[in-house]
């Protein structure tokens, strides 16, 4: 919300307090309609039924409230005395405070603590408090600013106001908290609507299950809750991509969850195949964001039906220049590197030659991290991103010739095996393992890429792998009568990475 709309919506508050200035001694000669008497102005304003007994009514005595009596409503001076209510008489409780509490709150400020909705306790009559010479009281009221690059701080915003206003300023807490966060001017870029509960969570789940799996380097930055997040709190199309597959995931645990993930999923394709009829609503980064999130579901599930979310990627950024460049884009084209890298081999010969024999820097760069030359990372980094030249070497090798290629195989096997299995960053090796398990011949480096990655299956959990080792021994029946590249899309139509 803007600072404007606060403006607004405050100043709209105060004016259901504002009641017309009216001459009391023509107020007390007026007799109510149908001659009916109508009971006190404290009881009508705690929406209780007046007892009109007289000269004060017995409900007042018992609160202790001075009572203005049965009949027309009385008024008392208001309490506006300044901005563009100065002058306006309203009718009040009677003011004056009680000793021991004017000096408590001139000793210790306590600022306000804001209610939700939902915690409000029942609320009491209170008397106003004033400060004897003070000026206008202070009230602080706490929000959370969400700046652009996502992390979400703790403000907090003085508000200037007279003391006896303070019933107005709950009110419109109160109000507020069902449609929008209290903003600080400066802090707040873009009004955020409230995430339920079940949003809240498969959000947080998708934070710390889902993303550390899609980067090298979880602790260092991760676009996936970095940027993708604080996406999907503004635009509603990223939000369900991100609930489907944060419900994907689980679902591998929970099968109460499968109902809710199919059915988001089948909506999400749906609405993308009409969005595609608009290139305004196609070519967005919208759209981008959720064909990479929905691609993310598919190598949680093993899915076979990875295939066209790929293509349409492609497509996509084929034309991306109408895309405006920020720091989504660029994380989103590297993350399309990274997927165009690693599945369109799996689609076919063809695709997997123009990927791979296109210069790898251009692929790779989602490997790369601005770290330090004494980072204990880069030895790892490093070495993963030679390990994913020699697979596609080894693939590229298979495709142009049936020949034996055991000493490459060997030199991928060592280099693996200097990247401990338990170390950040080594799950990202499941498709060199793969890619190599497929094309070997020799049972010790069939039994090594397989057990690596049945090691990276028990510790990220994505049914990817496990889909894909169970389709090796039919690749390796084929081998020396035909090229198993040229086969992959029939005999393992699963994203494997």
Request: glycine fraction near 6%; charged fraction near 20%.
């Amino acid at each position: 919300m803007f600072p404007s709309q606060f403006s607004l919506l405050f100043s709209n508050n105060l004016q259901q307090y504002h009641h017309p200035v009216c001459d009391l001694s023509v107020v007390s000669q007026m007799s109510p309609p149908g001659g009916k008497i109508r009971g006190c102005f404290q009881c009508s304003k705690r929406r209780i039924i007046c007892d009109n007994t007289e000269p004060t009514c017995k409900k007042c005595r018992k609160k202790g409230i001075e009572c203005s009596g049965p009949g027309r409503i009385r008024f008392s001076t208001g309490v506006a005395q300044r901005g563009r209510l100065k002058g306006s008489i309203i009718p009040v409780v009677d003011p004056s405070p009680e000793p021991t509490l004017e000096s408590n709150i001139q000793a210790t400020p306590v600022p306000r603590k804001i209610r939700w909705k939902n915690d409000r306790p029942a609320r009491t009559t209170r008397k106003n408090v004033k400060r004897a010479g003070a000026g206008p009281s202070t009230r602080q009221a706490t929000s959370i600013s969400i700046p652009r690059n996502g992390n979400a701080t703790v403000c907090t915003e003085t508000f200037h106001l007279q003391q006896k206003d303070s019933d107005g300023i709950d009110e419109y807490v109160d109000r507020l908290s069902d449609n929008a966060l209290i903003p600080v001017a400066g802090s707040i870029h873009k009004w955020l609507a409230p995430l339920n509960p079940q949003t809240r969570m498969l959000m947080s789940h998708f934070s710390e299950q889902v993303a550390p799996v899609m980067v090298l380097l979880d602790h260092i930055s991760n676009g996936y809750r970095d940027i993708l997040l604080p996406l999907a709190c503004e635009d509603e199309l990223v939000q369900r991509a991100v609930g489907v597959v944060a419900s994907q995931h689980l679902a591998l645990h929970s099968p109460s969850y499968q109902s809710f993930a199919d059915q988001g999923r089948a909506t999400l394709i749906s609405r993308l195949c009409r969005d595609s009829t608009s290139p305004s609503r196609v070519f967005t980064t919208s759209t981008w964001a959720t064909l990479i999130v929905l691609l993310v579901g598919e190598t949680i599930t093993g899915s076979s039906e990875y295939a066209h979310l790929l293509r349409t990627l492609t497509y996509l950024v084929q034309n991306a220049d109408q895309i405006a460049s920020s720091s989504a884009r660029q994380f989103l084209s590297q993350q399309t590197h990274m997927f165009e890298f690693l599945g369109q081999p799996l689609l076919g010969e063809h695709q997997g030659v123009t990927v791979l024999s296109f210069p790898l820097e251009h692929y790779l760069d989602w490997t790369c991290y601005n770290l330090p030359p004494d980072s204990e990372h880069n030895h790892m980094l490093h070495l993963s991103r030679v390990a994913f030249i020699k697979a596609s070497q080894i693939y590229l090798g298979r495709v142009a010739s049936n020949d034996d290629q055991w000493q490459l195989l060997q030199s991928l096997m060592e280099l693996v095996s200097q990247i401990d299995p338990n170390q950040m960053g080594s799950h990202a090796l499941v498709w060199v393992c793969f890619i190599a398990a497929a094309d070997s011949t020799d049972p010790e480096h069939r039994s090594f890429f397989v057990n690596r990655m049945n090691l990276i299956f028990a510790k990220v959990k994505f049914h990817n792998i496990p889909a894909g080792v169970q389709t090796l021994p039919a690749i390796w029946s084929q081998q020396g009568s035909s090229r198993w590249t040229k086969n992959l899309s029939q005999l393992a139509p699963i994203l494997i990475m």
